[in-house]
Every structure is written in structure tokens, then in C-alpha cells.
């Protein structure tokens, strides 16, 4: 399973590669080793591993983060 960046509106750092824009999430995607970051609307991160345990959140995220199953 592959592990993504994903954000819910292009931002201006993300409109140069390797950010890739998805349409079947119309979101944009960065795979990143083994883990997975969220840039939540808030503008803060927070790290997923694969079994979908949070490594590291930053204390203001207050939004449910969703991982995205590859291969889909």
C-alpha cells in the first residue's frame, strides 16, 4: 500500500512536482516512505503509519484524518 501526502485544495507550494493531483480523490498526493501526511484545512500535519496509528499530530488538528487504500 502506498502512503500519501493529501490536501484538500492546491496550494501554492504544491503546484510544482512530485505533488500530483488525483482526480478520483480531487485531492493532490505525494508518496513519502512509509507514511502517510495529512494537510488539513487548518493548515497543520499530522503522520499515519500503514496500520493507520498516528506517529506524530500537530496539538491544533481537530479534524479525523482518512488514510487512501491504493489500488483502488
Do not use: C
Not at 53 to 69: A, G, K, S
Amino acid at each position: 500500500m502506498n502512503i500519501y501526502l493529501v490536501v484538500d485544495r492546491p496550494l501554492s507550494f504544491l503546484k510544482k512536482p512530485p505533488f500530483n493531483f488525483n482526480p478520483k480523490t480531487d485531492k493532490y498526493e505525494y508518496t513519502l516512505f512509509n507514511y502517510k501526511i495529512d494537510l488539513m484545512h487548518n493548515g497543520h500535519y499530522a503522520f499515519k503509519s500503514e496500520d493507520g496509528n498516528i506517529l506524530v499530530v500537530n496539538h491544533n488538528l481537530v479534524e479525523t484524518i482518512e488514510l487512501i487504500q491504493d489500488g483502488e
